[in-house]
């Protein structure tokens, strides 16, 4: 009987899990101006911007070498459903969300190091083209 029990309890539970958490697939095709001042960070390499209403949650556009940025959606892999999960700050090349705490390196694809979160950020591509960053999927 208390087999039955158990057996009951856990197939409600993982029953109840959201089938929805994980990071949206949404459509980016943002042409980013480097000479602008708003992005005048980027023309240092290790710095970097945060760019709102794009991605799911913004994106965050890292500049690793002298022609080579990466660009990643500002939502956390860790729950991503929840409101808190952005990236809310970027501390040298290491990106962390104070909602878990969960930590990312910008220089090495995203990958999480530290928190519970065990998935890297999701990445967009991007190309370089003058003046102009083109951050797509």
């Known amino acids: 009987m208390k087999i039955?029990?158990?057996t009951v309890g856990l197939l409600l539970f993982f029953a109840c899990q959201k089938e929805d958490d994980f990071i949206q697939n949404v459509m980016v095709?943002?042409?980013?101006?480097?000479?602008?001042?708003l992005f005048s960070d980027l023309q240092?390499?290790?710095?970097?911007v945060?760019?709102?209403?794009?991605?799911?949650?913004g994106i965050i556009v890292y500049r690793q070498?002298?022609?080579l940025y990466k660009t990643y959606d500002r939502n956390c892999s860790y729950?991503?459903?929840?409101?808190c999960a952005r990236i809310d700050s970027v501390n040298s090349s290491i990106?962390?969300?104070?909602?878990?705490?969960?930590?990312?390196?910008?220089?090495?694809?995203?990958?999480?190091i530290d928190g519970p979160a065990i998935l890297p950020l999701k990445e967009y591509s991007n190309n370089l083209s003058g003046d102009f960053l083109y951050i797509y999927n």
């Open 4 to 6: 039955r029990i158990l």
């Open 29 to 37: 095709d943002y042409n980013l101006n480097l000479s602008l001042p």
């Open 44 to 48: 240092t390499v290790g710095n970097y």
């Open 50 to 57: 945060f760019i709102a209403n794009e991605g799911v949650k």
């Open 65 to 67: 070498d002298f022609n």
């Open 79 to 83: 729950e991503p459903s929840l409101t």
């Open 95 to 112: 990106a962390i969300c104070n909602c878990c705490n969960s930590k990312f390196l910008l220089n090495q694809n995203g990958d999480a």
